[in-house]
């Protein structure tokens, strides 16, 4: 059974070190902005006494942007949760709107969000190009061979 808990302090470490190994550090660009995820609000999920999923996001204007999801294990049924705490959060808030950003090459990505309700709403073509000016750890390579080039915004709306 799958528990999701806010993320603590004595969570911040391990989130820092899962955010090097997934991410290639814990800094993250959004649309240009650079955001440290290991210093923002989330929630971790639990599986017995190990951690298996973590999601941080930001909150600001009345919207929620979802900075990072990851979920140690696929299809077990960890990122659901996660991502339904950051809504209930966005929606107890009075954010009108979730959004994230992801990348061209993370299908897996579109498929799941999609799934759940959100659309896409935006493409920006090249974006990583920028985005690489402010992380150069971001690869030109992604997921699956595919070139890494852009940014799709999807979003949900709450209310």
């Known amino acids: 059974m799958i528990r999701i808990v806010t993320l603590t302090d004595t969570d911040r470490q391990w989130a820092c070190q899962l955010l090097r190994k997934r ?22 999920a639990w599986q017995g006494t190990e951690r298996v ?7 600001a204007a009345g919207e929620c942007e979802l900075v990072t999801l990851d979920a140690l294990v696929q299809w077990r049924g960890i990122g659901t949760p996660l991502l339904a705490a950051v809504e209930k959060v966005a929606r107890t808030v009075g954010c009108h709107r979730i959004w994230l950003i992801t ?10 969000y999609q799934r759940r309700g ?3 709403v935006a493409v920006y073509p090249d974006a990583l190009v920028e985005s690489r000016k402010l992380k150069s750890k971001i690869p030109e390579i992604g997921l699956y061979g595919i070139p890494l080039r852009d940014e799709i915004e999807l979003e949900k709306r709450l209310g």
């Open 103 to 112: 990348t061209n090459d993370n299908v897996d990505a579109l498929r799941f």
């Open 53 to 59: 999923g973590l999601v941080t996001y930001r909150i």
């Open 23 to 44: 991410w290639a550090g814990p800094e993250i660009v959004t649309r240009g902005v650079l955001h440290d995820a290991s210093r923002l609000p989330g929630f971790v």
């Open 118 to 120: 959100y659309r896409l």
